[in-house]
């Protein structure tokens, strides 16, 4: 019988010493067990070292992902998105990466130097190569990748390419809202407009949400073109323009050209930086004849049927009045109005008085800084002292001077039905400034003389200064203004500001368009003109064109009734055709 | 002394046991850990190109590029008649009809050209759209954009 050669292990020990010789026995085996579930553990460790978890780092995308998302500092937050009033995207933060190279590291520069010639044609395969071989442990090959052109140039796989990713700040629409959004710096800090306004809110972004703005893209790009094709058109030097809502004081948008494009700031000028609808102050001429004709309608309930002569022009001291288009008559205040005499209308603001008429600026805003979260914000200027005489001249618009913004927000609250309005940039849902309102609730003027001004508005437009403003079927009211300029000698009188401020509709306003041309030069087209009836208003019709389709405002079908009222005030105006 | 045996047994097999458990669960761990990582990753990557993607988006989409355009594919708005009678307008209203479905080639920077069919039939009323070929200027390219971005000015 073979014995089975494990056999010798089951042996059993007999005798006195069995016992001991058994104990030391299972001692031994316990032993040899603990060391061989010890080795077990060591292999079984070494197993999953090696293999398992060794498996998972040999996908070389996943380590360079891991290198890539540690190279970027995690203390850089995000800066919020500015987006407009529909959610398009006005400025954004993107994730760029620059590629370095460590000459050192590079395995094989000749071909790395081929596969990035290949990939960006902006270089040849010997600049690369010559930065690839260089002595020095660093060198730049290309800046500022899309995520696409990144993933491209981990597949060459050298390690000695290496990426450095940072947030730079983009604004996608160029140079369309440049001056409202403003721009930031190396550190992305702001440093104009709406960027810097709401720098803390915006590079804090711990919810990640985005700057709502009250802008839209749509009719700020028409505005702009149309406000461009004027300068152009004219050969002026600048134009700026604004629309807002009346009843909120929405900006819709601003405009102010030149302008500049906020991606690329090397070619960012004082001049082009310069914001001419908020920060510019300028004496706007005949469109301040709307507030000292409201401010006559506000406290003369038979104000309408008051006459001023215009005959002669009118001497006070050393000064001269003059009409620009004499009429050599008797006028009433539409009339007034309407052919926009400076004699009739200085005439209304002498017999409203220097304290009636002071007050009434006071109450629209024209003597303070506007209140608005726009940093550049213009100051506007008056006469201090204030004499009589200046009574006279500002209330046809020349010793005092706005910015376009505030005069809007002026205008707003006179067709609005007398509210007061601050303008505003942002969607109210997230603005955190105190004394926010929702709509405009506090009433300054009365209903009646809102209603008065509407339509002396449309008077200007239907048969007065405006008419090629006019928009069938959305009843535009408007003023214009030709100021001159004042230059070193007095005014320049070739050098104007043409301005039209434009309320539509007029039965129950819901926008202001302002444009303002800077030096327009007379053409064959205008006959030598380059007053704001040619230049700003034909400007700001085409605007209102556009506006209506882009907003989706079907046309009144039948003129309204106050048309005709307003027409029976001017009945024996002579020349003009009713 | 065969008590002790089984209880000596028992505990061991209880540690081998509790042990090879250990080693499962704390695999577990971290092979999640690395899924959550990597998926973390890749959200952040996908995160940051949708970012990227919706700035191309509003690049491409900036209203003076659109006009340009669609002036090129005379896919211009037709003028509405400022008139007030609605029955004139809709006789004068001639909105053009593609004769066939548009169709978008190459979604890169060159201009969406529609295909209009010259075979089908033609009516006499029906103005019909013809693609130009006049392709956008060059600066269109959101890449180079991104690469020529100066942003921030020096203090």
């Not at chain 1, 730049?140 to 060459?156: A, F, T, V, Y």
């Not at chain 1, 510019?280 to 002569?309: C, H, P, Q, R, W």
Request: aromatic letters at 8%; a neutral charge.
């Amino acid at each position: 019988m073979k014995r089975h050669p494990l056999a010798r292990l089951s042996f059993t020990i007999m005798g006195n010493k069995s016992s001991a010789l058994e104990k030391a026995r299972s001692r031994l085996v316990l032993l040899s067990a603990f060391f061989i579930i010890a080795y077990l553990v060591v292999a079984i460790r070494m197993f999953d070292l090696m293999i398992l978890q060794g498996m998972f780092f040999v996908d070389e995308n996943i380590t360079q992902e891991k290198q890539a998302i540690s190279t970027l500092a995690p203390k850089e937050m995000r800066r919020a998105d500015i987006v407009d009033r529909n959610g398009v995207l006005l400025a954004t933060s993107l994730k760029t990466a620059s590629l370095f190279a460590d000459p050192k590291l590079v395995v094989d520069a000749q071909e790395t130097a081929k596969e990035l010639a290949k990939l960006f044609s902006s270089q040849s395969y010997e600049s690369y190569l010559e930065k690839l071989q260089k002595k020095n442990r660093f060198v730049w090959l290309k800046r500022n990748l899309i995520p696409s052109e990144q993933n491209k140039i981990m597949l060459i796989g050298d390690p000695g390419l290496a990426f450095r990713e940072e947030y730079q700040r983009v604004y996608p629409q160029g140079e369309l809202v440049s001056h409202t959004i403003g721009y930031v710096s190396q550190d992305n800090k702001g440093l104009a407009g709406l960027e810097r306004a709401f720098q803390p809110l915006l590079s804090e972004n711990k919810k990640e949400v985005s700057l709502k703005t009250t802008l839209d893209v749509r009719l700020q790009h028409a505005l702009r073109q149309e406000i461009q094709n004027t300068i152009e058109k004219f050969s002026a030097k600048a134009g700026t323009g604004l629309i807002m809502d009346v009843n909120n004081g929405d900006v819709l948008a601003m405009v102010s050209l030149p302008d500049f494009d906020p991606n690329v700031k090397g070619k960012m000028s004082d001049d082009t930086a310069f914001n001419r609808a908020s920060l510019g102050v300028y004496e706007l001429g005949s469109v301040f004849k709307i507030f000292s004709t409201a401010a006559l309608v506000e406290s003369n309930d038979n104000a309408l049927t008051m006459t001023f002569d215009a005959t002669e022009p009118l001497k006070r001291g050393r000064y001269t009045i003059r009409d620009y288009h004499p009429e050599k008559r008797i006028l009433t205040v539409p009339e007034v109005f309407m052919v926009s005499s400076n004699i009739g209308t200085a005439l209304m603001g002498e017999s409203i008085g220097t304290d009636g008429l002071k007050a009434f600026y006071k109450k629209l805003g024209l003597f303070e800084k506007p209140d608005t979260v726009l940093p550049e914000v213009g100051s506007p200027l008056y006469p201090r002292p204030w004499r009589d005489i200046n009574t006279l001249t500002a209330s046809y618009g020349h010793g005092i001077a706005v910015s376009p913004l505030q005069l809007v927000t002026a205008v707003s609250t006179i067709v609005n039905g007398g509210y007061s309005v601050r303008s505003r940039f942002i969607l109210p849902e997230q603005e955190k400034h105190e004394n926010t309102f929702e709509t405009a609730s506090v009433r300054v003027i009365k209903e009646e003389t809102s209603q008065v001004m509407r339509g002396l508005l449309r008077l200007v437009v239907t048969d007065g200064t405006a008419r090629k403003a006019e928009v069938t079927g959305y009843e535009v009211g408007g003023k214009t203004g030709t100021a001159e300029k004042p230059g070193a000698h007095g005014y320049d009188r070739n050098k104007l500001i043409s301005s039209f401020v434009g309320v539509f509709p007029t039965s129950a306003p819901k926008y202001v368009v302002f444009v303002a041309i800077d030096e327009p030069h007379g053409i064959k087209e205008s006959y030598g003109y380059a007053t704001a009836g040619w230049t700003a208003a034909p400007a700001a019709g085409r605007i209102i064109k556009r506006m209506a389709s882009l907003l989706g405002i079907p046309p009144i079908e039948k003129p309204q009734q106050q048309d005709e009222t307003n027409k029976l005030l001017v009945s024996h105006t002579e020349g003009e055709a009713l | 002394m065969k008590l002790g045996r089984i209880t000596t047994g028992c505990i061991l097999s209880a540690v081998l046991v509790s042990g090879a458990l250990l080693f499962i669960v704390s695999q577990k761990v971290q092979s999640t850990e690395r899924d959550i990582n990597f998926l973390e990753t890749k959200i952040a990557r996908e995160k940051e190109s949708v970012r990227v993607f919706q700035a191309e988006w509003a690049y491409l989409n900036r209203p003076d590029r659109l006009e340009k355009l669609a002036a090129n594919s005379q896919l211009e708005p037709t003028a509405i008649p400022q008139s007030l009678d609605r029955q004139i307008m809709i006789q004068t209203v001639v909105v053009p009809i593609p004769i066939r479905k548009p169709v978008f080639e190459k979604m890169d920077n060159t201009p969406a050209l529609i295909q209009v069919s010259t075979q089908t039939e033609k009516t006499e009323d029906t103005p019909i759209i013809t693609p130009q070929n006049n392709s956008p200027e060059k600066d269109e390219n959101f890449a180079d954009l991104i690469q020529n971005l100066e942003t921030g000015v020096g203090e």
